[in-house]
């Protein structure tokens, strides 16, 4: 099993940055695929991106698609999602996600194990 804790999230105003961070403990990030997605209320949660276990292939939603970028570091067993140029509707509870679909995937069902989520609030 693997348990993850995003942390790096908090109050931007519309334009800024963020970075969030999953810290892996129990396994390897390396034996995952890797994904990030986000649950705004009142609405369901909907994939953001994805990374496969090798790491040399991301998939991104249409929606951050050139703002957003999925990393890892295997030696930190750290996932990161920097967010940039971000934009009001971006404010949701972001999770991180593993799951032994290797090439990683855009549905949520498909992953094993979440994190607690860690909360992004973007002001105009």
């Known amino acids: 099993q693997v348990q993850l804790v995003e942390s790096g999230g908090g109050l931007v105003q519309a334009g800024g940055s963020l970075r969030l961070s999953c810290v892996a403990s129990?396994?390897?990030?390396?034996?995952?695929?890797m994904g990030w997605f986000r649950q705004a209320p009142g609405k369901e949660r909907e994939f953001v991106a994805t990374?496969?276990?090798?790491?040399?292939?991301?998939m991104y939603a249409d929606s951050v698609k050139g703002r957003f970028t999925i990393s890892r570091d295997i030696a930190k067993n750290t996932g990161y999602l920097q967010m940039n140029s971000l934009k009001p509707e971006d404010t949701a509870v972001y999770y991180c996600?593993?799951?032994?679909?290797?090439?990683?995937?855009?549905?949520?069902?498909?992953?094993?194990?979440y994190g607690q989520g860690t909360q992004v609030t973007v002001s105009s």
């Open positions: 996600a593993a799951t032994v679909t290797l090439g990683g995937s855009t549905w949520y069902p498909e992953y094993d194990y």
């Open positions: 129990g396994r390897t990030l390396s034996s995952y695929a």
């Open positions: 990374m496969s276990s090798s790491g040399d292939s991301t």
